[in-house]
Structure formats: structure tokens, C-alpha cells
């Protein structure tokens, strides 16, 4: 068996050009959506990423207000910028890439983001909301994550779905958003970490696996089911460049399908963002 490759940049385009329509009906309406962008510090795999962002914001049509700190930024003068964003009636979205340096505490700096202004869907209130299965923002990556499943045609609702990993940013968010009782979850999830006694026995049983270690080749191809979906969420960077968390080779002579690293869920993950932007947009005019 040869797997199938998940394209998750054709199908984020897909979801930018739906975003960029959405923005234009809003533009329409005199409303630009605004998207606050801050990286503080120089570290070069968030300098991409947040690169990345920023030109998309550009061609869906998202005025992108970009803020790049250096890394003594006291935690006083950045929740000083968080705040007067909050208050700013032209950003709809924030969105603080993390990890912020260590003399600032990364949870504070989340929760004073406004909930109603939170591209990420980070903040607690929002993660509690999508908890209770009525979520305000959804994690883009999580929800990037889902709609790549989605659009690929892979059938969610009571499918036997492992998450390798329980971060706060993918894993759990990730875990509570596919066993909603809605459309487009309905999944029995487990979800295992560094205390769970033999993963391999658990990842053999996914019909869909989803690696979020952020160590490379953490899922090997004895590890898949036959037949199964693998999504791989991991970045790492080797001498011989980026690779995610599962070793593509093996895993794609037992899998059905897997996304590529780089080119299946990071994609995704910046046309959620973006989706999440004018979504924000759309309520503050209502």
C-alpha cells in the first residue's frame, strides 16, 4: 500500500478564497477586518510562520497590523500593547505568536487578549466554550486540523481517533473538538502523552491518527493501522530539514492517506486564522 499524500495547501487555498469573499462582502459593508499580529523576538521559526500569516492576511483581504518587539519588551509594555489593541475598534483579531521569552508569563499575556478578539482561540474563556460545545473561536490549528479531515472526505462521526499529544494549543482543544455531538466530529478520541504506558497500543486501534509530540519521527509505520489516516502536525528542523512527527516513509506503506510535513496541516492552520479574523469581524458588526 502506498498512501495517499493530503494536498493541505489546495485545500487551505480553498478556505482562503471562501475567507477572501467573506471579507469582501464585509469591506462591502464599510467594515475592514483587522488582524493585530505580535512577534517579540527573533526566533526564526516564529519570524516564518508569523511572515506567513501576514501575507495571507494580504490576499484575503485582512488589514494585518504588525507589531515586532524585541525580546527585553518588559511584560508591563506588552500587556500595555495588548490592551490598547483590545480597545482599538479596528482590530478584530489578535494574535500573539508564542513562545514569548521566558521573563514574561505566556498565560497572562493569553488571558488578557479579549476573548471576543482572540484569533487563536487561546484564551481560556474560549477554550471553556469550546469545552461545552459552544465555541466562540476555535484553535487554528485544531480547526484546521478538522477541516482538513472534512474537505478530504474522511469520515469523522464515530471514528476511532487517537491524538498523540495533550498541549493546550493542539492536543486537548484538539481532543474536545472532535468529540463534539455535531457535524464534522462525533468521534471517540484518546489522547495520549509521555505517561501513557504503550502509545504504540493505543496508535494501532486509530482509524485516524493525529501526531502532535513536536519530536521527529515520535510515530513510526509500525505504529499505524492499516488503512488508517495520519495527520502530522509536527515542524522539527533536522540537518536534513524540516520533518514532522511521524516517519512519512514508513507510515505511508500502512497508512490510507497522510499529510506531508511541510505542506498538510501548517497551511491549514493559517486559513483557520484567517477564517477565525473575519469571523470576529463579522460579530463585532452585528
Known amino acids: 500500500m502506498s498512501a495517499q499524500t493530503i494536498d493541505g495547501k489546495a485545500i487551505a487555498a480553498e478556505v482562503r478564497g471562501e475567507v477572501a469573499a467573506r471579507a469582501d462582502a464585509l469591506r462591502s459593508q464599510g467594515v475592514v477586518p483587522g488582524l493585530a499580529t505580535i512577534l517579540v523576538g527573533d526566533d526564526p521559526a516564529s519570524a516564518v510562520y508569523v511572515r506567513a500569516k501576514r501575507k495571507a492576511c494580504a490576499q484575503a483581504g485582512i488589514a494585518a497590523r504588525d507589531h ?11 500587556l500595555e500593547l495588548v490592551d490598547g489593541l483590545n480597545r482599538d475598534p479596528a482590530i478584530h483579531g489578535i494574535l500573539v505568536q508564542l513562545p514569548l521569552p521566558g521573563h514574561i508569563d505566556e498565560a497572562r499575556v493569553v488571558e488578557a487578549v479579549r ?20 465555541p466562540l473561536v476555535v484553535p487554528a490549528t485544531p480547526g484546521g486540523i478538522q477541516q482538513l479531515l472534512i ?18 494549543i493542539v492536543g486537548k482543544p484538539l481532543a474536545a473538538l472532535l468529540m463534539q455531538k455535531t457535524l464534522g466530529a462525533n468521534a471517540t478520541v484518546t489522547v495520549c502523552h509521555t505517561g501513557t504506558a504503550d502509545i504504540a ?11 502532535a509530540v513536536g519530536r521527529a519521527h ?11 489516516v495520519v495527520i502530522d502536525v509536527g515542524v522539527n528542523r533536522t540537518e536534513t530539514g524540516l520533518t514532522g512527527d511521524v516517519d512519512f516513509e514508513g507510515a505511508s506503506q500502512v497508512a490510507a492517506a497522510i499529510t506531508p510535513v511541510p505542506g498538510g496541516v501548517g497551511p491549514m492552520t493559517i486559513a483557520q486564522l484567517l477564517h477565525n479574523t473575519v469571523d470576529l469581524a463579522y460579530r463585532s458588526s452585528e
Open 151 to 168: 474537505r478530504s472526505g474522511f469520515a469523522i462521526s464515530g471514528a476511532e481517533v487517537v491524538v498523540v499529544g495533550r498541549s493546550n
Open 201 to 211: 497500543g493505543h496508535t494501532r486501534r486509530a482509524e485516524i491518527l493525529i501526531a
Open 115 to 134: 476573548p471576543d478578539k482572540d484569533a487563536d482561540g487561546f484564551h481560556p474563556a474560549n477554550l471553556g466554550r469550546l469545552l461545552s460545545g459552544n
Open 68 to 78: 515586532d518587539i524585541e525580546a527585553d519588551i518588559s511584560e508591563a509594555k506588552l
Open 218 to 228: 515520535a510515530i513510526t509505520g509500525d505504529m499505524v493501522a492499516p488503512g488508517a
